[in-house]
């Protein structure tokens, strides 16, 4: 058999198609799941913000969080419907002692920033739940809003 009968209808070209050249590989990143109160600062601004509904953290919270969400989540002032969707900008968090976390979080909604804090406390079965939240300096419990 000769080498014009593989060639492609019009290829007049004698040489065999190259290899194709290894395409660089980028190093990817691990994906790394977010980290626990990177998790619930979005969790958390989402209920807050009336974006979610405040059954979306059942079974996240301890102690009253849950009850607390559920009262003050539709008069806080991070609602969507007054202004520009609220955004978390930055998270950080210190462990102060073994299964516990605080950590802050500032969220921006146009040109006003917010400040949020809130507490996780690992449980028995590893996993970790919210126990209090703060935002903008009012501390959230029922009943009780206002400057601490």
Not at 65 to 91: K, W
């Given at each position: 058999?000769?080498m014009?009968?593989?060639?492609?209808a019009?290829?007049?070209?004698?040489?065999?198609?190259?290899a194709?050249p290894p395409?660089?590989?980028?190093r990817?990143r691990?994906?790394?799941?977010?980290?626990?109160?990177?998790w619930?600062?979005?969790r958390l601004l989402?209920?807050?913000?009336?974006?979610?509904p405040?059954h979306?953290?059942l079974?996240?919270?301890?102690?009253?969080?849950?009850?607390?969400?559920?009262?003050l989540?539709p008069?806080?002032?991070?609602?969507?419907?007054?202004?520009?969707?609220?955004?978390?900008?930055?998270?950080?968090?210190?462990?102060?002692?073994?299964?516990?976390v605080?950590?802050f979080?500032?969220?921006?909604?146009?040109?006003?920033?917010?400040?949020?804090?809130f507490?996780l406390e690992?449980?028995?079965?590893?996993?970790?739940?919210?126990?209090?939240?703060?935002?903008?300096?009012?501390?959230?419990?029922?009943g009780?809003p206002?400057?601490?």
């Amino acid at each position: 058999m000769s080498m014009d009968s593989t060639r492609p209808a019009g290829r007049r070209d004698q040489r065999r198609p190259q290899a194709v050249p290894p395409q660089r590989s980028r190093r990817l990143r691990p994906h790394r799941p977010p980290r626990p109160h990177q998790w619930f600062a979005e969790r958390l601004l989402a209920v807050l913000s009336g974006q979610r509904p405040v059954h979306w953290m059942l079974g996240h919270t301890i102690g009253d969080a849950y009850d607390q969400l559920a009262e003050l989540a539709p008069s806080t002032p991070l609602g969507a419907a007054r202004g520009p969707r609220p955004v978390l900008r930055h998270c950080h968090a210190a462990q102060p002692a073994g299964g516990v976390v605080e950590a802050f979080a500032s969220i921006t909604a146009g040109d006003r920033v917010q400040a949020m804090a809130f507490r996780l406390e690992q449980g028995p079965d590893q996993r970790w739940r919210c126990a209090a939240v703060e935002l903008g300096g009012e501390r959230l419990t029922a009943g009780h809003p206002g400057p601490r």
